[in-house]
């Protein structure tokens, strides 16, 4: 049975703070652990440009953001983490879906309506100041989850009318070019915790109220010191259900320490103390992980590894052979593949054949395909001879299909026995070659 694929996007457009992590880090984490889940943690960069226009803010986030969720626990070898923009295949699906999108829909997307209505309510023409970016956002997020075919997409309510847009978009696609995409679910968790802020209102970077997940550890106890407060006095019972300083207590307690916490409010503990209690409690949880976090921002240069090896990786498995068969099916085609009148091709199809290459990141790499279907995507290689040794020794039949195996991977859809047959094929095709020639 297939794992289920879970995916959930970090836009890279502020410092993370107390509600990010109890609210959708710490539980993502966790979640990251669960058996027969394939997680996929993108750092949604493409998606920041279109509320932030300072380069050096976006670098930073980026940086912040995957340092914090390395810190926090999340294990790149065992979950896919990446950044958005190290994946160009999500672009291309991104005008492959435009093109089936219906623009009707997107204007009934919440974020450009609520835009739209604040230009009439100021006298302003409907799109003044309303980018193509902001209108096209849903797109883009239906091109983050199809191209991996996500089954779950954790979010909050206001993302759900997103989610309903890629399974719009995606059954579009399907009605017209086949099946393609499995159809996302949205997955609202009613247990995530919602923070109060300094101010007491839900905690986001918008009001300015946040408390940052890693400030210093004095930093840390100021701003809890400056939490509002009523005016109740030491001895006076206080409604812990009303509180912040309970609320946000509560989100890092357990369970027995949140039961003596709400009798201590019962018996009148001093707003003081409780403040006191609150930053020695949520100090304990996250010293250890501000320690990592620390050690992990000063090493911008591994982490750039970390992220950019989880998007060459994620590429091979899956986004590029995804590509070529979407490419296919669109009609984006080998032209010696073509057909006349429906019927007659051009040229004879081509056997099956390998194709090196270089990327961007100075690394070989090869495919195996048959005409346009991707059939494996390979390893990186330090060199073009050593991916060009292991090719001619399985075009000559010196090298087994395991050692092709081994250093490749099969697309989707591909068995075993479908790349055994291929190669045999390869094998045929150069054994006649050389009889010819002799």
């Given amino acids: 049975m297939s794992p289920t694929r879970v995916l959930t996007g970090i836009t890279t457009s502020g410092t993370p703070h107390l509600g990010n992590y109890v609210g959708a880090i710490r539980p993502a984490v966790a979640a990251s652990r669960a058996p027969d889940v394939e997680s996929f943690y993108f750092l949604a960069d493409y998606h920041a440009l ?5 380069p050096a803010r976006v670098q930073r986030s980026t940086l ?16 896919w983490f990446y950044r958005q923009s190290d994946v160009p295949e999500v672009q291309e699906l991104t005008w492959f879906l435009t093109c089936v999108a219906g623009k009707g829909l997107l204007n009934r997307a919440h974020a450009y309506k609520a835009a739209v209505d604040k230009n009439r309510e100021a006298g302003e023409d409907d799109d003044a100041g309303v980018s193509a970016g902001l209108f096209m956002y849903p797109v883009l997020m239906a091109a983050d989850i199809l191209l991996f075919n996500a089954n779950q997409v954790p979010v909050g309510r206001d993302q759900i009318q997103h989610i309903e847009m890629a399974r719009d978009f995606g059954q579009r696609f399907n009605h017209l070019y086949g099946d393609h995409f499995v159809m996302p679910e949205a997955v609202i968790d009613e247990n995530v915790a919602t923070l109060p802020g300094l101010d007491g209102r839900k905690m986001s970077k918008s009001y300015d109220n946040t408390i940052p997940l890693f400030a210093p550890r004095e930093t840390l106890k100021k701003l809890i010191y400056s939490i509002v407060t009523d005016s109740r006095a030491p001895g006076e019972p206080k409604d812990a259900d009303n509180s912040n300083v309970f609320q946000l207590y509560q989100a890092f307690a357990s369970n027995e320490e949140t039961a003596a916490m709400r009798r201590a409010f019962a018996d009148g503990i001093a707003w003081g103390e409780a403040k006191q209690a609150l930053f020695e409690r949520i100090d304990r ?4 992980l501000r320690e990592k976090y620390d050690a992990l921002i000063a090493q911008p240069a591994h982490i750039e590894t970390i992220l950019r090896d989880g998007a060459q990786r994620l590429r091979a498995r899956y986004a590029r052979p995804t590509l070529d068969t979407l490419r296919s099916a669109v009609g984006l085609r080998d032209l010696s593949q073509a057909q006349v009148d429906g019927k007659t091709k051009i040229t004879k199809a081509t056997a099956p054949a390998f194709k090196q290459y270089r990327e961007a990141d100075g690394r070989f790499y090869f495919k195996f395909v048959d005409g346009d279907r991707l059939l494996a995507q390979s390893r990186a290689f330090d060199s073009a001879r050593d991916a060009g040794t292991l090719i001619a020794g399985l075009k000559s039949g010196a090298s087994g299909v395991d050692a092709l195996f081994e250093a490749s991977t099969s697309a989707d859809g591909v068995t075993q026995d479908d790349v055994r047959e291929a190669l045999a094929a390869v094998v045929e095709a150069e054994q006649e070659k050389s009889a010819q020639k002799a």
Avoid: M
């Avoid at 279109?50 to 300072?54: F, N, S």
């Avoid at 390395?70 to 979950?79: I, Q, R, Y």
């Fill in 50 to 54: 279109i509320k932030v226009q300072d």
């Fill in 285 to 288: 949880e996250i010293s250890p």
């Fill in 64 to 79: 912040e953001i995957a340092a914090t969720w390395l810190a926090c626990g999340l294990e790149p070898d065992k979950v």
